[in-house]
């Protein structure tokens, strides 16, 4: 359960409002046993009345207390239910973010090499699937076994004050039991299985995506047929292995509620036998087996909870594993900078795993407010050389420290999301008046100001609603939005014909008046205005 420890951290940075929803599943619970209870006792007491009234014996019955009790319990049940509802939904939707934002903050530590590991297929099994079942852990697991656990020791002090304490003390112990079974016992039962169905659900979903992603160069190889055969005999193997995860948690869930049964029927038998002596009446005696039986509901949901939490280990080891920070992933920001020096690199080796280096002995020195431009063929390592002055790539030899960067990468990318919220993303406090004055530097303001939504124009799934130059101008603008010191460009201008690019390039001066500013491209006319330029020799 290791594994689970970083995210439980997360989860109980709310203790408030856990507190506050363990609270009314609390009062639930507590409104539905003692409407049971109350009901029963009421039952049992107009049954007695009744028979006493029919013998010929005088007898009286008070209806209005029972009654009313019996009424605001079924009614604050239904309150409760739903303000738990609303109000635990809302604290899982809180906690969904707390493990989102932390996930994308390890990515971002994280180098490169790390994150092309695992195919878009897996990342996204991990962003959706892996996260879903971390963020009701305390919805599912935490919050209703506690309650469990502290409604079944009310319910044995009810035992004790009603019957006796060797009655309440057998009661609690055949709960206790039935909490046991409810819990750690299908825990122990289903870990094994569970994780493994877990682990192989990620493969299957993993296959599948990567069936419809390569299904056109399936069907020119003529192995659709087989590649599809395979993946409903993987399909099958999981169903298989889900069947027999559920199969152990219905018999757990059963032998809880046999328990539970039992221990209302002890409470009856030992109630009998205090009522043969007058200790207590027959309408008490039957309130305390039917509050135990309210017991039911609370321990309902434990087993399957629990049968998934070997799911929930295996989810979290994944994240563990796959989005773990490097040690030395940052860039040293402005710690132990030289002054007035905005990028210093020293012996720098760049190289991907498995590759021979693309740069030793790499030494590059950028002072504060100066423009570099950096020229190489395709295949030179311009881009690994920027991913590295960016931190996604470590070197492996040598020392680098820098000021805080803006990298434009070579790869357009756009959110599908409105033109404003693609822009905001390099300043999130940035006013109207900036969105259209860094969009009429490169060029976009006649483009989008005709549009009836104007910054709210929905751009499409990944800019589709646009085209590659205005996509990489948008881009570009978010970038120059950014107020970071040192600006990396990897082929900023791509897409743009030279007459625009020059245009663009004279008015970036003004927004990059004092930064630095690294710049990469094929050629010397792809650059920005630069004060020297650097031409890598591979």
């Not at 659709?224 to 993987?234: F, I, N, V």
């Not at 049964?261 to 207590?280: C, H, M, R, T």
């Not at 949901?301 to 989810?315: C, E, N, R, V, Y």
């Not at 311009?382 to 960067?405: E, I, M, N, V």
Request: neutral net charge.
């Amino acid at each position: 359960m290791r594994e689970l420890k970083p995210w439980l951290a997360l989860v109980f940075r709310r203790p408030g409002r856990l507190a506050v929803g363990g609270l009314l599943v609390l009062a639930t619970l507590l409104a539905g046993i003692a409407l049971l209870a109350v009901s029963g006792w009421f039952i049992t007491k107009t049954a007695l009345v009744g028979l006493l009234l029919a013998a010929g014996v005088a007898a009286t019955i008070n209806l209005y207390v029972p009654g009313g009790a019996i009424r605001f319990f079924a009614v604050s049940r239904t309150l409760f239910r739903y303000l738990e509802r609303v109000y635990n939904h809302d604290t899982v939707l809180r906690l969904l973010t707390d493990i989102r934002v932390a996930l994308f903050q390890r990515l971002a530590l994280a180098s490169r090499s790390r994150r092309g590991e695992l195919t878009g297929a897996q990342w996204l099994s991990r962003l959706t699937n892996d996260v879903d079942a971390l963020d009701t852990l305390y919805l599912r697991l935490i919050a209703p076994t506690a309650l469990a656990a502290l409604v079944t020791v009310l319910v044995v002090v009810l035992a004790a004050i009603l019957f006796d304490g060797p009655t309440a003390l057998l009661t609690g112990l055949v709960l206790l039991l039935a909490l046991v079974t409810a819990t750690l016992g299908t825990y122990l039962r289903t870990r094994q299985l569970a994780a493994r169905q877990s682990d192989r659900q990620e493969a299957l979903r993993t296959a599948v995506i990567e069936h419809i992603e390569g299904f056109s160069e399936l069907t020119a190889a003529g192995r659709t047929g087989k590649h599809a055969a395979w993946l409903m005999r993987q399909a099958h193997q999981v169903t298989s292995e889900q069947a027999r995860t559920d199969t152990r948690t219905g018999w757990h869930l059963a032998g809880s509620n046999l328990l539970v049964n039992l221990s209302a029927v002890f409470a009856l038998w030992a109630g009998f036998d205090l009522y043969q002596k007058g200790a207590v009446s027959g309408p008490v005696l039957v309130l305390l087996p039917i509050a135990l039986l309210g017991l039911a509901e609370a321990y309902a949901m434990l087993p399957d909870a629990f049968g998934k939490l070997g799911a929930t280990a295996a989810s979290a080891a994944r994240l563990n594993r796959d989005c773990q920070a490097d040690e030395h992933a940052a860039v040293a920001g402005a710690v132990d900078l030289p002054a007035d020096t905005a990028l210093l690199a020293e012996n720098l080796t760049v190289k991907h795993p498995g590759y021979a280096p693309l740069f030793t002995h790499f030494q590059l020195t950028v002072q504060a407010g100066e423009r570099v431009g950096i020229l190489g063929h395709s295949g030179s390592g311009k881009s690994s050389l920027a991913d590295t002055f960016a931190g996604l790539l470590l070197p492996t030899q040598g020392h680098l420290r820098c000021q805080d960067q803006v990298y434009l990468t070579q790869k357009t990318v756009l959110f599908e999301d409105t033109l404003r919220a693609n822009l905001l993303l390099g300043s999130p406090n940035a006013r109207d008046t900036d969105l259209w004055r860094v969009l009429e530097m490169v060029e976009l303001a006649e483009r989008f100001a005709p549009e009836p939504d104007q910054l709210d124009t929905w751009l499409g799934s990944a800019g589709s609603r646009l085209s590659g130059g205005e996509a990489r101008r948008v881009v570009l603008a978010r970038v120059l939005l950014n107020p970071a010191p040192l600006v990396i460009l990897d082929e900023p201008f791509t897409g743009l014909d030279a007459e625009t690019r020059a245009r663009i390039s004279k008015r970036m001066d003004q927004l990059l008046a004092g930064k630095a500013v690294i710049s990469l491209a094929h050629g010397a006319d792809a650059l920005p205005g630069t004060d020297r330029v650097i031409h890598l020799s591979h």
